[in-house]
């Protein structure tokens, strides 16, 4: 990219030798790196890497062990995430750190002087700039807990930009933006590095890495194992910088053998009757979400079938609805010839239903609990794991060594805290535990996010295959097209709280499926 910012120039943040521990873990082994106003400088590797450490670390939530931290050239200790702020640092987490019963405002504005009267009109102004920097369809006093989560995110970038920030971290800005919001950021991106910004990007998308960075730094079990420059990232051809980052990424064994090779996907039978049959649906919205009108889709046995659409339209409820925790206003719910639509999670659980949440922090695991008990979250006190009340402790760890091996879930052991886990991996172990071999509907939202390209591939895989689970059908949400262009069937295209169009996969499909989306956006 044009724009990168002199080699002469101070770097803005110089880490040197920088270490951090945890339990069983070198997350960050002696890195050194330079990051430069001006320069937007991508951080790549796979998931446990070390670099949400790196953030944690710039940011005040952690304290190395060892090492040097210099902003501006001189030595700094960052004891805190007011420290960072003090210094011009300001971070977008990968887990939203929102407080979902305040408004986006209210969020905006925690951390002020307690002593000092608020400015709502002095606030407002502000937040309706960075809206409009952002493009942001984010409305002020809605508790963030009613927002999409590609809105919550938006306000997360809002509130680092808030104080003006000149260092900006962003740990996975995009994984919950739809395609037009990535296009909006990356402009945004470049006006904060024209003005002289220096910006720290985390991604596992590597096009999104080329499209945006100046530099890109690789990190590999928490060590820095290779970079490119800004002429290289200007100049490379985009199949050898790719070619050279993965290696780096994995190794050079894992770089040539690491690829996971897609199994065809076999016709689907649609000749008896639908494993799942959704009869003009509708479901109550709750305030700032649209509700479900009249949605009919069906899914045979076998069938991988993919939910497009902007970010907000209404994937996240129907999948909520179709797993029970939304009931139906209207319409029925059949599943294997049985109307299950007034059972709940419980119920729809025993009739095979299961599903992965794209909430994996809030709603889909306990963070102070081990990985053998989040495993086990929807069947405690069931046999084996459960005999008389009381925990059977050998079936249950043998259990989650098995799931956390087949699905290469980086952690020290099954008792680490589940809140302990990097992103990718935490979503790594949820997707272990929904498929199950006994589930007959599998229901997968946004399930690759945060995974890094390695962990991508084998999930993508892992759809194609049916989920693990032999005549089940598969609904994927997903914000990646190309996701759902390889992974499924169809792709059934939703916008408003409808679904406006279904398309078959295969040549022609992308078109078809913009159209659908264009058509009914412009509409």
Same mark, same amino acid.
């Given at each position: 990219?044009?724009? %990168?910012?002199?080699?002469?120039?101070?770097?803005?943040?110089?880490?040197?030798?920088?270490?951090?521990?945890?339990?069983?873990?070198? $997350?960050?082994?002696?890195?050194?790196?330079?990051?430069?106003?001006?320069?937007? &400088?991508?951080?790549?590797?796979?998931?446990? %890497?070390?670099?949400?450490?790196?953030?944690?670390?710039?940011?005040?939530?952690?304290?190395?062990?060892?090492?040097?931290?210099?902003?501006?050239?001189?030595?700094?200790?960052?004891?805190?995430?007011?420290?960072?702020?003090?210094?011009?640092?300001?971070?977008?987490?990968?887990?939203?750190?929102?407080?979902?019963?305040?408004?986006?405002?209210? @969020?905006?504005?925690?951390?002020?002087?307690?002593?000092?009267?608020?400015?709502? =009109?002095?606030?407002?102004?502000?937040?309706?700039?960075?809206?409009?920097?952002?493009?942001?369809?984010?409305?002020?006093?809605?508790?963030?807990?009613?927002?999409?989560?590609?809105?919550?995110?938006?306000?997360?970038?809002?509130?680092?930009?808030? &104080?003006?920030?000149?260092? +900006?971290?962003?740990?996975?800005?995009?994984?919950?933006?739809?395609?037009?919001?990535?296009?909006?950021?990356?402009?945004?991106?470049?006006?904060?590095?024209?003005?002289?910004?220096?910006?720290?990007?985390?991604?596992?998308?590597?096009?999104?890495?080329?499209?945006? $960075?100046?530099?890109?730094?690789?990190?590999?079990?928490?060590?820095?194992?290779?970079?490119?420059?800004?002429?290289?990232?200007?100049?490379?051809?985009?199949?050898?910088?790719?070619?050279?980052?993965?290696?780096?990424?994995?190794?050079?064994?894992?770089?040539?053998?690491?690829?996971?090779?897609?199994?065809?996907?076999?016709?689907?039978?649609?000749?008896?009757?639908?494993?799942?049959?959704?009869?003009?649906?509708?479901?109550?919205?709750?305030?700032?979400?649209? %509700?479900?009108?009249?949605?009919?889709?069906?899914?045979?046995?076998?069938?991988?079938?993919?939910?497009?659409?902007?970010?907000?339209?209404?994937?996240?409820?129907?999948?909520?609805?179709?797993?029970?925790?939304?009931?139906?206003?209207?319409?029925?719910?059949?599943?294997?010839? =049985?109307?299950?639509?007034? +059972?709940?999670?419980?119920?729809?659980?025993?009739?095979?239903?299961?599903?992965?949440?794209?909430? =994996?922090?809030?709603?889909?695991?306990?963070?102070?609990?081990?990985?053998?008990?989040?495993?086990?979250?929807?069947?405690?006190?069931?046999?084996?794991?459960?005999?008389?009340?009381?925990?059977?402790?050998?079936?249950?760890?043998?259990?989650?060594?098995?799931?956390?091996?087949?699905?290469?879930?980086?952690?020290?052991?099954?008792?680490?805290?589940?809140?302990?886990?990097?992103?990718?991996?935490?979503?790594?172990?949820?997707?272990?535990?929904?498929?199950?071999?006994?589930?007959?509907?599998?229901?997968? @939202?946004?399930?690759?996010?945060?995974?890094?390209?390695?962990?991508?591939?084998?999930?993508?895989?892992?759809? =194609?295959?049916?989920?693990?689970?032999?005549? %089940?059908?598969?609904?994927?949400?997903?914000?990646?097209?190309?996701?759902?262009?390889?992974?499924?069937?169809?792709?059934?295209?939703?916008?408003?709280?409808?679904?406006?169009?279904?398309?078959?996969?295969?040549?022609?499909?992308?078109?078809?499926?913009?159209?659908?989306?264009?058509?009914?956006?412009? $509409?």
């Amino acid at each position: 990219m044009s724009g %990168a910012a002199p080699a002469a120039e101070p770097p803005a943040v110089v880490l040197k030798g920088l270490t951090r521990r945890f339990p069983g873990v070198l $997350a960050a082994d002696a890195v050194s790196l330079e990051i430069r106003a001006g320069e937007v &400088h991508a951080l790549l590797g796979e998931n446990g %890497a070390g670099k949400s450490t790196l953030i944690g670390l710039l940011s005040g939530l952690l304290q190395p062990d060892a090492g040097e931290i210099r902003v501006d050239g001189r030595p700094v200790t960052i004891a805190s995430p007011r420290a960072a702020r003090r210094l011009g640092i300001g971070t977008v987490h990968q887990k939203l750190l929102l407080v979902p019963s305040l408004t986006a405002l209210e @969020n905006l504005l925690l951390g002020a002087p307690w002593w000092r009267p608020v400015d709502r =009109r002095g606030a407002l102004r502000r937040f309706e700039a960075l809206r409009g920097l952002l493009a942001a369809a984010v409305p002020p006093d809605v508790p963030v807990g009613r927002l999409a989560l590609g809105q919550q995110q938006q306000v997360e970038i809002m509130r680092a930009l808030w &104080h003006g920030e000149r260092i +900006l971290l962003l740990d996975e800005p995009t994984a919950m933006l739809t395609p037009e919001g990535v296009r909006e950021l990356a402009a945004v991106i470049g006006r904060l590095r024209a003005q002289g910004l220096a910006v720290v990007l985390i991604t596992h998308k590597l096009g999104e890495a080329f499209d945006l $960075a100046d530099r890109v730094s690789v990190l590999r079990r928490g060590r820095v194992v290779g970079a490119l420059s800004p002429a290289e990232v200007a100049t490379l051809d985009r199949r050898a910088a790719t070619a050279r980052v993965i290696g780096w990424m994995f190794g050079r064994t894992e770089a040539q053998g690491g690829e996971v090779p897609l199994r065809p996907r076999p016709p689907v039978d649609r000749s008896g009757p639908p494993l799942l049959d959704l009869r003009m649906a509708s479901v109550r919205g709750e305030a700032g979400e649209p %509700a479900l009108r009249d949605l009919s889709l069906r899914l045979w046995p076998g069938e991988v079938v993919g939910v497009a659409g902007v970010d907000g339209n209404g994937q996240t409820q129907l999948a909520e609805a179709l797993a029970g925790q939304r009931p139906l206003s209207g319409g029925a719910l059949i599943l294997d010839g =049985r109307d299950v639509s007034a +059972l709940g999670v419980a119920g729809r659980r025993a009739a095979g239903v299961r599903y992965l949440t794209d909430d =994996r922090l809030g709603e889909g695991s306990v963070a102070t609990l081990p990985l053998s008990l989040n495993l086990l979250l929807e069947r405690i006190g069931q046999p084996p794991f459960w005999r008389r009340g009381l925990p059977q402790d050998r079936p249950i760890a043998e259990n989650a060594r098995h799931l956390i091996a087949a699905h290469d879930v980086r952690a020290p052991s099954e008792a680490t805290p589940a809140g302990s886990l990097s992103g990718g991996n935490l979503q790594k172990l949820l997707l272990a535990r929904e498929a199950d071999p006994a589930a007959r509907l599998l229901i997968l @939202n946004k399930p690759t996010t945060g995974l890094d390209l390695q962990a991508t591939r084998r999930t993508r895989a892992l759809i =194609r295959a049916g989920g693990g689970t032999a005549g %089940a059908a598969l609904l994927v949400v997903s914000n990646e097209l190309d996701e759902l262009l390889e992974t499924c069937d169809r792709i059934a295209v939703m916008e408003g709280g409808r679904i406006c169009g279904i398309v078959d996969a295969g040549p022609g499909a992308e078109a078809a499926v913009g159209r659908l989306m264009l058509a009914d956006r412009a $509409a």
